[in-house]
T-cell receptor
C-alpha cells in the first residue's frame, strides 16, 4: 500500500518568514495530493490540493509543488502569520473514474509555530 | 449548512464497555470515513463507506464496526472498549464515490475518547 513520509515533524519560524513542509510517497499510481491544516481542538481542514497533471498550484500565500519523478511534493507558506500556527498534514491517494480506491494515506503531520 | 457533525464531543469509557460514535453530513456526499488520530501517528483510516449500502475496512479496523445508516449518517461502534482505543476519532465525507476530482474530504470536529 501507499506510504507517505512527512518532514519536518516540527517547524518554528519568525513571522514574515517562509515555511516549507515536504512529503514523499511510495506508490507511483498516486495522483491526488491534498494538504490539511488542523488547529488545536478542531478537525483537519483542506487548504490546497494538487493533481498529478500539474506541477505547481498557488492560492494567495500558500503553494504546493509536485515532482512526480522523485515522488515528492511540498507545501510552501510565504509571509507567515501567527494564525498559520497549526499542524499540517499531507496526504496521497489515487483518483480514477471507475476504481474503488477512495482512501487517503496521511503523513504524520508537521507542527508549525509562527513566532510574532 | 453544518457540514460534518459528530456526537459526542467527549466520552470516557471503562474497559469492556460499548458505545457508538455518531456522524452526519448535510452536503449530500456519497462517501464517508472514520479515522483515528494518535500522537505522532497522523490520521489512520478505520473504515469507510464509498456509497450508501457499502462499507469497507481501512488500515486499523480491528475492534470496530460501522453502519452506513443512510446517505447522511455513518456510525462507528466499539463493542468492547480497550485502553488502546483511547484516541481522537474523526468522521469525514467526500462528494463522489470513486470519481474524478471528487475526493476532497471534509472533516468533523472530532470525538475525544478515553478508555480507562
Amino acid at each position: 500500500g501507499e506510504n507517505v513520509e512527512q518532514h519536518p515533524s516540527t517547524l518554528s519560524v519568525q513571522e514574515g518568514d517562509s515555511a516549507v513542509i515536504k512529503c514523499t510517497y511510495s506508490d507511483s499510481a498516486s495522483n491526488y495530493f491534498p494538504w490539511y491544516k488542523q488547529e488545536l481542538g478542531k478537525g483537519p481542514q483542506l487548504i490546497i490540493d494538487i493533481r498529478s497533471n500539474v506541477g505547481e498550484k498557488k492560492d494567495q500565500r500558500i503553494a504546493v509543488t509536485l515532482n512526480k519523478t522523485a515522488k515528492h511534493f511540498s507545501l510552501h507558506i510565504t509571509e507567515t502569520q501567527p494564525e498559520d500556527s497549526a499542524v499540517y498534514f499531507c496526504a496521497a491517494s489515487i483518483e480514477n473514474s471507475g476504481g474503488s480506491n477512495y482512501k487517503l494515506t496521511f503523513g504524520k503531520g508537521t507542527l508549525l509555530t509562527v513566532n510574532p | 449548512n453544518a457540514g460534518v457533525t459528530q456526537t459526542p464531543k467527549f466520552q470516557v469509557l471503562k474497559t469492556g464497555q460499548s458505545m457508538t460514535l455518531q456522524c452526519a453530513q448535510d452536503m449530500n456526499h456519497n462517501s464517508m470515513y472514520w479515522y483515528r488520530q494518535d500522537p505522532g501517528m497522523g490520521l489512520r483510516l478505520i473504515y469507510y463507506s464509498a456509497s450508501e449500502g457499502t462499507t469497507d475496512k481501512g488500515e486499523v479496523p480491528n475492534g470496530y464496526n460501522v453502519s452506513r445508516l443512510n446517505k447522511r449518517e455513518f456510525s462507528l461502534r466499539l463493542e468492547s472498549a480497550a485502553p488502546s482505543q483511547t484516541s481522537v476519532y474523526f468522521c469525514a465525507s467526500s462528494r463522489l464515490a470513486g470519481g474524478l476530482q471528487g475526493q476532497e474530504q471534509y472533516f468533523g470536529p472530532g470525538t475525544r475518547l478515553t478508555v480507562t
